[in-house]
Structure formats: C-alpha cells, structure tokens
C-alpha cells in the first residue's frame, strides 16, 4: 500500500533534541451561520515532529489552518505561539506573517506579472528593505532558497517572470518563498505535492525535514495517504469540525484512517471503491466501438497516435505539466487540425476556480448550464425541466437540496468538483475529458466519482483522464505517458505502474538532454527577432518609424529642427496623460476622468495661479489629492473603477466650470515660456518623451514601490496575505496618477496659454489608445512605460501625417479609426505567428 | 439561507428573494436585494420634488420624462448585453451609430410612408452591421473593446459626414412622425414599444439558452470556453445585438425629430453607460438588469429635467450628475469582507 | 532574457540618436518640397469641426470661393483641415500647416483662447491669420464676427414685441462656453432686463445648435413647465417647433433660423394661420468674406483688425420666396464675391 519511490527519507518518528516552536490551539471555533466548520479544538503541533490533518469533505482542516494563518477570524477560542496568544478578532494575515506563520496554499498565490525574485521581494512585507541593491539582493535570496529547497538543479532564474514557468516550478517557487522567509516559526503546507513533479517529492521530504530539524513547526494537509509515511511523523484527524484521532505516522494503516475518517460503516463501500488492489475493469474493448478522438502530429511520437474509443477510459499521466492539460483543452475546444473529434466531449476540471465554477451562480445553476446551452441558444427553456434535470443528479451525487440554491462559493472544494463532474455529465456527451478531477478532494468524494465515471464507461461514454495520483492508475484500460507535450509510450492492462510510466518518461527526458545542440547563427537571430517581437512597445515603435517616414518624405521633417519641434509640440502632454493612466492600468483599474482633471488643472492655472500663487498651488495639490482620495473609495467601497471615475470626470468638469465658467484666464508667463525653451541636439519636446519615458520605466520596473503596484495589478489577494497594505500601494500608485496628470495639465494649459475647461477632454480617450497601443494590458497589470511615450508620440503625430497625405477632410476620422484597428489587427497577426 | 449578502445575479434557476426582516438593516437589505431597486428609489424621489415646482401635474411629468427615457433604454439594452459579457466590454461607438442609422432611415423614408418597410429592414441591418465589425474587432482581432468600438465609431463618423453632406436632410415618414406623437391609452407608443423591447431582451437574457452563455462569459471566460458556452461567438453576438438595439433607437429617433441630424446620436454614449450603471448592472460583467437600465435611463431623464427645471449653471449640473453616479454606486456596492 | 534586456536598451538608443544625428545637422531654415498645394502663395483653412450642416456648407462655399479665384488667377489652390471639436488636435493641425508656408491662415477656432500660442508662432512667422465666425484673443489675428451681444439684442427685441411685452419665455443655449452663445445670451438678458419687466425667463436648455438634441431638451423642459410664450433660438429653431408639436401643445413665438425646414415650415404657418416670426442668421458665407480678405492680405492690402460682419435676416414678407429656393439641408444666405467684400470692408 504503502508504495514509495526508493528508500524513505530521514528518519520517521525520530524527535529532534529540543522543542524549539510550540504551537497551541486552544477551543478553537469556527462557524459559518448555522454550519459549524471548526467545533472547539484543542491541539498542540510543537517542531519535534512533522504532522499532517487529513480528513474527509468538510472536516474542517482547511479551516483551522486558514485561522492560524491569519487569513479567517476564529468565534472563539486561542492561538499561542511558544505561550503567546496570536490574537483573536484582529489577526491577520500581516500579523502571522510578522509571527513567523506562513501559509501555501493549493491555489498558488504568485504574481505572475512580476519575476521570481520580485515575488520573494514581496513576500517580505513590510519588513522587506527597500534600499540601493534591493533588486540583487532579491535575486540572490530566490536562487539560494530554490537551491536549498530543491537542489541545485532547480533550473529556475530569479530574474525569470513566474507567467513564464510551468505549474511545478511555481509551486516550488511558492514554496522556498514561504520557507525562506525570515523569522519563520509556523509553516503550513496545504497539499503541497499536487502540482509538484514526482522527482521533487522526495527532496521536499528532505527539505521539510531540515526545516524541522531547524525548530520550525511544520503542518500539512493532504489527501494522498500514500505519501504520510515519508513526509510526516504524527497524523492529526478530523471528521466534521472535531479532532477525532491522533496518533503517530508508523502506528497507522490507510484503511484504519479511512475509516476513522468517514466514521465507520459508510468507509466499507468507499474503501472497496477506492482503495482496491485490482485493477478495475478487465473488459476487453469492442473493436467496432466509435472512436471518439485521434490526435496524430506534434501531440504523439507513437505510431498509431492517440486514441479514445467508446467505452474505454484512458488515461493521460507522466511528469507534470507535460502537456496533458493542453491536450484536453485541445481536444474541447478543436483548437488544434491534427485532432479529429468525432462526437460531443464534455470537460471535467480540477482547477475549479479558474476554470471551473461560474462563481455569481448557484451551484444547481452551474450544473446545469452545459446541458442547456446545448439544447438551443435561443429558444426559450421551462424552469421545471431543469430543477429536474438538477435534482436527479443532486441526489446521484449525494447532494443536499439545501447546497443546490447556496452559491457555488459557498460550497467546499469536493462539493464543488461534484457539481462540475454532474455539469459534464448532464451534457450526456460521448467523450468525457477529465482535467485531474480528484485533485484536492476528500476520498469519499473520489470514491463518488470514481463511480460516476465507471457508470459513465458502462453507458457507453469514452474516458480521456489526466491523473496526477498513482492510486488511479487502476482506473485505466490504457494509459498514454506524455512528455514535453507529446505523447512518448502507452502502456495497457498490467503493464501499467508507476515505474513503468517514470522510466518512459524519464528516458525521453534523458535522450532530449543529450541533443542539445549549440544554436546556429540563423538560429540565434530568430531567436533575438522572437524576443523583440514580444516587447510591449515593439508595435508603437514600428508604427511611430512608419508615421514618422510617411510625414519625412513629405516635409523633411527629421532633419528641421524646428518643423519637428513643431509637431511634436502637444506629444509630451499626451506622453504625460499616457504614463498617467498607465499608472491607474498597473493596478488594474482605468481613469475616463483624466482628460476633465487635466482641464480643471489648466483652469486652476489660469485662474489662481496668477492672481494668487500660494492658493494656485494649494488648489492644485488639493485636486491631486482628489486620486488618492478617490482610491482609498475604490478601495473600500469597491465601486468599479471605470464609473466612478466617470462620475469624477462630471465633478471635475463641474468644478472647472464653476471656477471658470467662460473661457479665459490667463496662464502665468513661467508656465508659458516653458514651452518656448531653446534646447541643443534635440527639440524640447524630444527630451521631454525621453525624461517621461525614463521616468516612467525607473519608476515602474525598478523601484519597490513600482514592484508593489505591478504585484496589485497581478494578484491583489496574493499582495495583501504578504502582509503589505494594499490600500496603501493602491492610493499611492493612483497619487502617481495624480501628479502626472497634473503635470500634463500644466503642460497644456502652458501651451493653450489660457483656461478652458473642456479643451483637455480628448485626451481621456486618447490616453486610453495609447496605453493599449503601447502595449499595456488591462488585466493583469502589464505595463510599459516605454510603449506608452511611443504610442502617445505616434498617436499625436497621425494627425499631421494625414494633413501631409491629403488625406480629404471627411475621412479623417475614419482614417483614425482604421489606423488603430492596423495597429492592434498587426499585433495580433504577429501574435498568432510567433504561437504556431 | 445565504450566509453571504444577495447576490447580485439571480441564478437562473433561483426563485425567491431572501426573507424579509425587519428594521433599517431590512431597508438596505431590501435596497440591495434588487439592482433596479436604487434607480427606482431615486427617481421616485426626483419626481416627488419635483411636483411641488413644477407647472404640469405629475402624470404629465412623469409620462412626458418616460417617454424622452425610452429612447436611452432601448440603446441602453445594448451596452448592457456589451457589459455583461465581461472583461471590461464597452460600445462606445453607439452614439456614431445611432446617428448613422438615423440617416440611413430618413433618407430611404424620404418623407413618404410608401419606403417604411425597406426603411426599418435597411437601418436595422446597417445596425447590425455596425456591430459585426465591433465584434470581429474584439474577438477575431483581440482588440479591447474600449479601443475597438471608438475605432469604429470614428469609422460610422466618417461615413456619416459623408452621407449627410452628399445626400443631407431628408424628412422622416409622416407615419412614422404619427406614431411618435401617438398613444394607446394614454401610454405613448414609443414607451410601450421601449417596455415590449425590454421584454423582449430579458426573456433573451434570463430564460434562453444564450443569456446563458452571455451571463456565464461574464463571470468567468476560461469556464466558459471549457464548458462549451462558446464565449467568443457570445460576444461577438452581443456586439450585434447592440448594433441593432441602436438602429432600432435611430428608427424612433427619426420619427421624434422628424428628420436627422448630426448630433442627434451625441448624448447616447454617456447616457446609455449611466442608465446600465446606474440600473444596477455590473460593469465587470456577469450580472445584466433589465428592469435596472429602464429604471436607469428614467433617473436619468428625471436628472437632466431637474437640473433644468432648477436652471443652475452647467458646472453644477456637471457637479450633480456625478455625485448622483457616485452616491448611486455607493448604495449599491458591497463592503469589503 | 538578456537579449530581451539588451535590446529594450539599446533600441531606444538607437532611434534617439537617428534623432539627434538629422536633427545636428539641420538648418534652422527648413526646405519644403516643392509639392504644388502647399507651396508659397497660398491659403489654408483649419476648421475646427465638420460636423454640422452649417460647417459642411461653410466649407462648400469657401471652395466655391477658392474655385472661382483660382479660375480668375487670382490664388492657387485652398486647403482645408478639419479637426474634431478638439483643441488639441486643432493646434497640432496649424502647427503642421504652419510649416507649409501658407500666405494666411483662415481660422475657425475650437477655443478662443488656447490657440493663441500658435497663431503668434503663425504671425511671427509671417503668416497671416482671420478668424471668422468664432472669434480668438489674439492680438495679431484678423477678427470676422457679427456683434453677437448687439445681435442678442436685437433679436430678443423682436420676440419680445410679438409676446406683447409679457409672457414666459424659454432661452435655448448654442454650445455652452463659445464666445457666440455668450454673446448672444449677454444681449437676450440685457435687453429683457432693461426693457422688458414683465417677461419672465422659466427655463434655460443646452440645444448646442442642433434639432435633435434642442427637440429633447425642450421636451424636458415642458415637462415642468407651465405655459410657453416665446422661445429664443439659434439656428436649432426647428428642434424647438417639433418639440411643441410632439407634446400637442400650441406652438409660441419662436425666433427663426435660416434653415430650409424652418423656413418652409415658417412660410407654410405664415400662410395658413398667419404665423409671426423672424429670423437672422450669420450664414456659412462668411467662410467666403473671409476668404476674399484672405486673398487681399495676401496680396498686401491691410485692413481693419476687426471686422463686423452682418447677419442675413428673413421676414415674414420674404420667407414664401427664400423657401421655395432653399433646400432643406441648406442655409438661406448672401454670398460674397470680392467687390461686395471690399465694398463692405474698405482696404485701409
């Protein structure tokens, strides 16, 4: 039962010397209205032993280790850390990390956006210093925390962005992240294994333990019963909020577990289902059956491909991330020529909540979604049939009515997944693609769907299953061994086993090793082309060089000094309106207020400002304050950035236009002159893009403050369990905005020497044109600062390079819009291309 | 019993609203049940300060502000599809359409009532047209919707600067102009036809196949693709549909006016974003209301009549509407944990 | 990714320093090339909106102008640019005709004040510059406009008296901020004010010179309103009667416009039930006034810095012929050749 993958690590059982961190819980309870998650729990878990919480569905571990984690509040009931109370009511997720409490979770919590060195970085909290060097010093902490929990063969570059690494790098990452951090007392490892490859197993193990040794207290959930005898040393079990056994690793067996965990008479039938020795079915496939899909090409070096016919389950396994997800969402979405799908197919998923759940719905409603929307888009559908259609399967799955109308997020993480098995198989479709269903779920609730699908198979339904666990390896007729995206070796009936799959799969890795071949120079010149295809700015450049050539052959305008001056006049305060909206961008959010804010600003200037400085300046710094203000409201009140700040941008108006309400003013003469500036080499608004656009890139990419709002705009929640204040982050990173803004009003009213305060209001949704022109993304807070200057110079510069091409009159608002629909139409050619 | 706040997307399949309780957490409570429920609150309140100032009895007001109201909900449907399909989706090219519809339904009417068939057939498919492109911009091109559809909209400029300096000013259908100014039983034709739209678009919404498929894309696009919602012809549709819901604003439009004009499309892009809004529903997608972007678009009606009913300047009637967006929104939004 | 970093370096290097090597090697006299429409000698027109039946005939009728002077030798060809109602893009576009070394620069501008950075780089230049229709600051610019408070005054007077001297009357605004809705607001007031006790204003809309959005926005306003007397307008005066019609009320002394639907409507009311009106205009033909001073400077006459221009009025004894002459779309007018306008505008 017990199957390892060589000698087990360390020593189970063996107590260190000394007790250095000591863990108490002390009549911890949780409720959640009249559910009761955690009953009053009293346990100590000390750094002499590495324990483990197992438990079935809604036991309660998740629960506990989220409240000494900080991250839920307890009702009742204390935490002591080596005899000090961690607080209750008002402890946080700052306060465990300042603890020494630190917590990974299933659903990693990296910042995608941000490389891995930045994520360390930000780890930190606010303990992280920030000062000259801090970017070396985040590297080199990453690498020798990668290093000292994996070997050194990790493979992983503190400079490389976390978007960029596969499944199992990142979890490692998350782990050496949260291993590393100083001061750590507490580290809680929630399923820790499921994305990680089988060949990191073994040296966690090793790793866990030093830590152990190292006085730390060490705590894990997991549901892989295979794996207890090498990671842990004291198992802990629950059963519906209550601690209901407690007892050394090597005094356990799983059945004794299992049915401690499902509290008797109910574990037989699961055990038979689950935990059999035998290999599942024994029928031999019908040579006629329908084959349901082929996949031949890149996706499999074997020779006859790979093939799902009815009636068989198959399964996908190999190291992880070896491509077996994109096969199936390949396989759904028919995304790819070299796979011939044949029937309907339906998409099971272990990754619930990405891909998962529809999360405003209930969960009877996310049942039944797939198997309406097949039927027909636009005839209209009888609710009776489908509260039918729901019932039959809620009570198939062992379902309460009362889960069925609460909203799926309130449900646990097995209740979940079997409301996505039944959406798959309402579909009533002939393939069925299982996407690692069983990851993270209780075993009953496997053994529930391990039934499902058996009765699926019986039915006539073909199986495609990507497993991540070798209990399910008895699930499979065949079974197709992927590697690096395609498929190397399939296996049938007995010769299935883990060792059978590790070698094929580790032999295929070896043989590409040895291949490696020093690049050509063809080769290393694509390879540099790819790379400069993928900078941001790539796009506005190219189209900034085409305008500037199309208006030069006209007008020589490159090598006249003051004609390019000329031009460039109003660019710098599209650049600066530019760089202020990226800001806004970069934590997600967007400003239709800017271009009112920058009239109010040239109001201000020509009004106070020249009659009576002091109240000038104090009015502008007071409409500054009006970004962090209105962030501190978005922050709290969770209004949706994009209304509010068009409601601002009425209030703006309507403040300009009270100070102002005809157009006039006058601007003082220091801010006009501004514009008339003599410079050498280049014209004054050349050097005011490169200072912005430096500017914008030192303050973005290389300071702290610039990683923390690039860490908002990529994972908000991620940010604020590091312990950081996000509203903090947040209201600075719209402060920037702010003064930007500002600054391009000033610039402008210099330039229109007087107060109007409308004149300012295109450049909202020009703004707008030149961040997505420059590269920026809306979600996920990517930004470039050197992408938004070219693309504010290219999109000011359009106007005139239709004037030189003549272009009639009545077209030139067409011509803008069809120049803008090139741009990003060629961005995303070039996109497509680089994919294929 | 919810342990969370109402949801703000009633399931499809859900049918009772949360037990009434009683007190001022009630009062909230009932205020956030609904997404139009705020709208409706405000602009009961705007009508009743009004009557006291106003020379007109309160069903004159409150027919003649409806009627200008439905115009705004009819394109207003149409953001709201746009919203609702999530990931930040906007039709900012609205306005230009409505516009170039306009035109294209005098001109074909050209005064007579003989053409109107031909003439509603050819604006609703310029509509429609209008949202193809929108859509294969998004979805084929990946462009973001706020870049795309002002994109467009300066192309359905273009387009209809040429057409009305080349062709110019036609009448609209007398029939057309009849219907306008004519009601069944006391109800103008254009609001019945507004709430027979809305109608119309709820039972899309909320009881087919698509809405289902509309309203999942909004909450969450990877599940949608996955569990074969087919978020992509989704959002192309509801781009369609926008486009059509223009058109079909401009046909109405035409017959109010008695003709087209060049700014007759102007005011549409930000009242059909605050009507969606201010009806309640979600900008991030997800959650449409249809009940909210009618009672959205009468709020704001009743908005611009009170501003100039109480002739203040324009830079306090700027003022207003934006605390009315804001306090709108405050209402409605949930507080953090 | 070091080629990655590498490159994100050095490109914007690169292209900085093409920039300062052409720009090292400029002459401060720049060259043009010799492209036949935009050389020495001729006239540019930046407009700062098309939008509007009155801007597009405006620009017809400058064409019109342009043809008939080039045909007679006078001047080559004319350039029109047109922006979007943005202030903005309307300075950039000057900027650039700047650089084409036009003789005079005929402006139509988006802002009366926020241009005036570039018409004094234009004048230094030594260009030329007449702002017609909106007027600018500038001290170095040519201004062509009518006297829009005198004219407030005058037209107010004429509702006033076909009210009886009492009444309710409703002002409709142009677009909110022009020096012409200012203007003309200023007159309407003052002259109710001082001669005019018993009127009184009970509502105030923004039509910004356009029939549908003065169509809704009265519709608003007789929502509240009680009984309508008079209703002072510009150009959007249709807008204001389809209003009253669509709410099935009768229809009050409503001040012209020069538009074909008005006048029609006008003449078929005047006909019929013997409906009272008036209605002045400063019509598109300005751009040609504007032009022919244009083309004068150009050829080194100098005149006045302001230029009074006068509005085309229509009475109910001439609304019969000018409707039945003016299409819908159109604009009853005068037209200007160069003799009227020097004879209205003696050279100095």
Known sequence: MFETMGEAIGEPGQASVSVVNRLEIVDVAKAYGSTRAVRDITVSFDSSQISAVVGGNGAGKSTLMKMIAGEVASDAGQLLLNGETLGTGDYTPAKAHAAGVRIVHQELSLFGSLSVAENFYIEQGSSGSAGFGWRKRARRTAEAALTEAFGASHGILGSAKVDALNAGQQQMVEIARAASSPGLRVLILDEPTSALGIEYIGTLAAFVRQLQHRGIVVLFITHKMSELPKLTDRIVVMREGNLVADMPTVDSTTDGLLSIMLGGEHGIAMRSAAASDQRQHHHAVDAAAKVLVSVTGQRSQLAGGIAVSAGEVIGLVGLQDAGQEQLLRAIQTRSDKNIVRAGTSAYITGDRKSEGIFPLWDSESNLVVSAVVNRSSWIPFRKARLHAIAETWFSRLNLSGVAAKKRIVDLSGGMQQKVLFARGLATDAELLLLNDPTRGVDLATKGDMYQLVRDAVAAGKGVLWYSSEDSELQQFDRVYVMHDNSAVAEFTGDDISTESIMKSAFASQDSRREEAVQPSTRQRVLASLSALSRQPWIFAFIGLAIVLGVIDSKQHILTYFFGLGLILTLAPVLALAATAQMFILSVGDIDLGIGAFMGLIGVIAATSLTTNPPLGAALIIGAILLYPLLAWFLRVRQFPALVATLAMSFVYAGLALTILPNVGGEVPTWLTSISHINTMILPLPVWILILVAAAGWFIVERTALGTRIRALGSNPSALESSGWNVTLVKVLAYALAGVTAAIAGLLFAGIATSGDAGAADGYTLMSIAAVVVGGCEFLGGKVSPLGVVLAATLLSLMGVMLGVLAVPPLFTAASMGVLLLLVMGLRRIVTQARKA | MTLSPAPQSPSPLADDRPEPRRGLRSVTQALRARPWTVAVAASILIVLFLLPISERNGLDLLLSNIYLASFVAIAGFGQMLVVSTGRGAIDLSIPFTITLCVYVATIVQDGGDQNIPASIGLTILVGLLVGAVNGFAVVVLRVPAMVATLAVGFIAQSIVQIVSSTGGHAGSSPAVAVAARGDVLGIPIFVIIAVVVGAVIAVLVFRTGFGLRLVGTGQNDSSALLAGLRPGAVRWTAFILSGGLAATAAILLGGYSGGASLGVGESFLISTIAAVVLGGTLMSGGSPSVAGTLAGALLLTLLVTLTNTLQVSTGTRSLIEGLVILTALGIGAQKRR | ?348
């Open chain 3, 1 to 348: 990714m070091k080629i990655g970093k590498i490159s994100r370096v050095l490109v914007p290097i690169a292209f900085v320093s093409a920039l300062a090597l052409s720009g090292c090697s400029a002459s401060s006299a720049g060259t043009s090339s010799a492209d036949a429409a935009t050389s020495a000698g001729s006239i540019v027109l930046s407009n700062s909106f098309i939008g509007n039946a009155w801007r597009q005939t405006m620009v017809d009728d400058v064409n019109k102008s342009a043809a008939a002077a080039k045909a007679a030798g006078q001047a080559s060809d004319l350039k029109v640019v047109n922006s979007n109602n943005d202030v903005a893009e309307q300075i950039s576009q000057i900027q650039s005709l700047i650089l084409d070394k036009p003789k005079v620069i005929l402006l139509l501008a988006a802002s009366p004040t926020a241009l005036n950075g570039v018409i004094q780089t234009a004048c230094d230049a030594g260009i030329k510059v007449v702002a017609f229709d909106a007027s600018v600051t500038a001290p170095c610019a040519y201004k062509m406009a009518p006297d829009w408070v005198k004219f407030g005054h005058e037209t107010m007077k004429v509702v006033a008296d076909k009210m009886g001297g009492k009444g309710n009357v409703v002002l409709v605004h142009g677009v909110v901020g022009t020096d012409v809705d200012l203007g003309m607001y200023q007159g309407w007031n003052e002259e109710l004010k001082s001669n005019y006790p018993n009127i009184k204003i009970v509502g105030e809309v923004n039509g910004n010179w356009d029939d549908a959005t003065t169509q809704s926005a009265i519709s608003g306003a007789l929502s509240t309103a009680g009984k309508v007397d008079g209703v002072m307008a510009y150009v959007s005066s249709y807008g204001v009667t389809q209003a009253f019609a669509a709410a099935n009320l009768p229809i009050p002394v409503v001040y012209g416009s020069n538009q074909g639907t008005f006048l029609k409507w006008w003449a078929e009311q005047n006909k019929a039930n013997g409906y009272s009106t008036e209605s002045a205009m400063e019509g598109p033909a300005i751009s040609q006034a504007a032009y022919w001073i244009g083309v004068n400077l150009a050829n080194g006459k100098e005149f006045d810095k302001n230029l009074v221009y006068p509005t085309f009025k229509i009475t109910d004894a001439t609304v019969a012929e000018v409707s039945a002459k003016t299409a819908n779309d159109a604009f009853a007018d005068q037209t200007w050749d160069e003799a009227s306008v020097l004879k209205q505008w003696p050279a100095k």
